[in-house]
């Protein structure tokens, strides 16, 4: 049944979707990645497409920026579509030392200074959101056998894109890999409703250096992750 949000029919996603935040990338992998594929959500213009790769149902789903947009859709896809696994394909900025432009991360833990850890736990409680560690350690292999040389490590969730009161460097020298804005929601929610969740991040530009991509190579250039991603959901 639709929903506010997505206009889908039971049975409409596959059991796996991938989930970037662009709507323009997830058309993107639906027309270069899979066969056959449908567009089951325009609501909003935030796409999502059911096709099958290698002979495996996939799905993909826009999520839009932010925790709060990526915590909609993962509810209702987790709650009310059946969705079992998601994995975000997105972008991040680079900050550890050694991160370099286009690298892909594979999101082991998420920090985050969003308020959506506290007000799920209380002050109490420093919850740490993590990723499914099946297909962690699947996708770590797999870009292994491509050739891709990936990172994994902490990424960093914020808020906020412009956050300038924050101490980047601290966290960079705390081993924290790169920053965007949704993976600890995925991990919160993956961990609350049962479904496996892991990020796949391509570094798009650098916090502390020189170098970034357009946002039409973000959109359509990102294939190390996608493939990535993509194995590993068939795995």
Not at 40 to 51: A, P
Not at 54 to 79: C, D, F, W
Not at 192 to 204: C, D, E, H, M, N
């Amino acid at each position: 049944m639709a929903t506010p949000h997505i206009e889908a029919e039971p049975g409409d996603y596959a059991d796996v979707v991938l989930m970037p935040g662009d709507p323009l990338r997830a058309k993107y992998i639906a027309e270069n990645f899979l066969d056959d594929a449908v567009q089951v959500n325009g609501v909003r213009n935030c796409l999502g497409f059911t096709g099958t790769y290698k002979g495996h149902r996939i799905s993909v789903q826009a999520s839009g920026m932010g925790i709060p947009s990526l915590s909609i859709y993962t509810n209702e896809l987790a709650t009310i579509y059946g969705v079992k696994t998601i994995i975000r394909v997105g972008s991040c900025g680079g900050m550890a030392a050694g991160v370099k432009l286009r690298d892909v991360l594979l999101a082991s833990g998420s920090t985050t200074d969003s308020a959506v850890v506290t007000n799920t736990f209380g002050h109490g409680v420093h919850y740490a959101p993590l990723a499914n560690f099946e297909l962690l350690d699947t996708a770590y292999h797999v870009a292994k056998e491509q050739g891709v040389d990936v990172k994994v490590g902490d990424i960093f969730a914020a808020d906020r894109f412009y956050n300038d009161e924050l101490d980047m460097k601290k966290l960079a020298d705390y081993g924290v890999l790169g920053t965007e804005m949704e993976s600890a929601g995925l991990y919160l929610l993956g961990a609350k409703l049962g479904f496996r969740a892991l990020s796949i991040l391509t570094v798009s530009d650098l916090i502390f250096g020189e170098g970034k991509t357009t946002s039409e190579e973000r959109e359509k250039t990102f294939n190390d992750m996608i493939t990535i991603a993509l194995e590993t959901a068939i795995a």
